[in-house]
């Protein structure tokens, strides 16, 4: 149980471009999901919280008009990174978990790579 | 001070050794602790969650948590080489409170 999906598992764009992740909660309902950046050799930065039905919670330095996240349903969170540059290329991890205490479980990231 | 330390390693090991790997934090008020398995290109994936002081054991993994000492382990016995890969600690208040990870400690067991 507990499975979060993501997709695109690895997307090659052009700078300038748009491209849209989505993480789905297979066998759960998440309120709540989610989103981080990982460089390489580096561990996990928390870049937002995505709630369902409301305005997403950013970090401090996640700039939300680049990284647009929507929190449509219960199962699904999507996280668009707008107008990409080289420097947004990273490993993009979404999370959810079943219940307020329970851990977080992980999707198998997105590797975007901005050329 | 960080909130949580962890040595990064890299921790190499032959086949079948017992491995530890541990986490120290510093806010008293971090109750839930977890460890995850991240190989490479891929999310991280659950291994332990525990959420009191002593021993919880899973197979091959016993994670071990001291409140007191504010430190954490993680224990891998008869260790293969599908172990290979990078461990992260994450502690968090509980709740809706952010979980905060180490840095991750990259395990290679060779055969």
């Known amino acids: 149980g507990a499975v979060v999906s993501q997709h695109p598992s690895r997307v090659i764009c052009k700078s300038g471009t748009s491209v849209k992740i989505e993480c789905r909660s297979l066998?759960?309902?998440?309120?709540?999901m989610f989103w981080y950046r990982q460089f390489p050799k580096k561990s996990l930065m928390l870049m937002a919280t995505s709630n369902e039905g409301s305005k997403a919670t950013y970090e401090q330095g996640v700039e939300k008009d680049k990284f647009l996240i929507n929190h449509a349903s219960l199962t699904l969170s999507t996280l668009t990174v707008t107008s990409a540059h080289p420097e947004d290329s990273s490993f993009y991890i979404c999370?959810?978990?079943?219940?307020?205490?329970?851990?977080?479980?992980f999707g198998n990231g997105t590797r975007l790579t901005v050329t | 001070q960080k909130e949580v330390e962890q040595d990064p390693g890299p921790l190499s090991v032959p086949e079948g050794a017992i491995v530890s790997l541990n986490c120290t934090y510093s806010?008293?008020?971090?109750?839930?602790f977890m460890w995850y398995r991240q190989y490479s290109r891929k999310g991280p994936e659950l291994l332990m969650y525990?959420?009191?002081?002593g021993n919880k054991e899973d197979g091959r993994f016993t994670a071990q948590v001291d409140k007191s000492s504010k430190y954490i382990s993680l224990f891998i016995r008869d260790s293969q080489p599908s172990d290979s890969a990078t461990y992260l600690c994450a502690i968090t208040q509980g709740g809706s409170e952010k979980l905060v990870f180490g840095k991750g400690t990259k395990l290679t067991v060779n055969p």
């Open positions: 525990t959420y009191s002081s």
């Open positions: 999370s959810a978990r079943v219940t307020g205490d329970s851990p977080l479980h």
């Open positions: 066998d759960f309902q998440a309120t709540t």
């Open positions: 806010n008293s008020a971090f109750q839930y």
